[in-house]
């Protein structure tokens, strides 16, 4: 299986990402950070915390806040898209309130991550880039040992946030610029943008099996319930502010299961579970300035030691992995 570092801004999209490294056979999810995105960072924080006490999981695996702003400029969240608190539309269960603080920083722990799982290990970024540009600049020591750096984020001629630029770049694009054109890193870094994850639409249909499962008569519990009132609320702002009719799209977790793909476990499963990642190599650039600023430039095809633009994945197979992950979760 994987080992996977999470760097994560919960987010309803980010909690689908959380449940699919937790659950994925597929997976070994070595810790989480956190960082400063669609809400401040102490609330991403408090989000990824109760995310994981609704399974059972939040003395398992240690969550470390890491940036609370980008490197140089102010920061901003996403309160229309995901509400005040990050993860509008459900209640979130309390977090315990002996759980052990975890020691050193975001940065550090990435780093002895790294170093304890070299070229195996993978980290998946579902927000803005300030940690992972910090642990470029802090530990270049460790890059070589990187696999993959998989980050949901960016658009080809298409923006969420601006009509140029998508969230999580726009957050911080000198951050962005660094993961995405540093020399040692840009090859093994996997971008899947907003081309690509507006195809995984949470559909009625989807939300039924997120409710039901495969169970009949239908029956649910409280953790599809909540799964439910997530996807529910993120269908309400993306239908109110980006127009999107049919359901949100759930970004995040395409990160991970392009990995699937990537790492050759599609061979292994059957066909209605493959994810078929396909990518073309670029040479990217971030726009750093201006109305087009946080814009993620393909500047040419450089198939030696170009960043890994993803271009197509087979949805449904997705959406087959992610609720067998689901299904997981709910018997824990
Ligand atoms: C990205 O921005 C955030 O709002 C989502 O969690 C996702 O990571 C989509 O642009
Ligand atoms: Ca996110």
Known sequence: SIPLWLDCDPGHDDAMAIYL?????FVNLLGISTVYGNAPLAKTTANTLSLLTAVGKSKDIKVYPGAYKPLFRPVSHAPTIHGESGLDGTKLLPI?????????????????AINQNPNEITVVATGTLTNIASLIAEHPEVLEKIKYISIMGGGINEGNWSDYAEFNIWCDPEAAKIVLTNDIIKSKVVMVPINLTHQAIATKSILKRVLYGNSSPPESSNFRLMLHELLKFFATTYEEQQGFLDGPPVHDPLAIACLFSLYGLDENVPDHKKINFEFTRYKIDVIQEGYRI????????????GVLVGKKMNIPGFWNVFLDAVEKADKV
Request: aromatic residues 2%.
């Open 21 to 25: 490294s937790l659950f994925s056979p």
């Open 96 to 112: 315990a309130d002996d759980l052990p603080m975890p020691q050193g920083t975001a940065i550090q722990a990435m780093a002895n």
């Open 294 to 305: 946080g814009e993620t430039v393909e500047v040419k095809l450089d198939e030696q030691d």
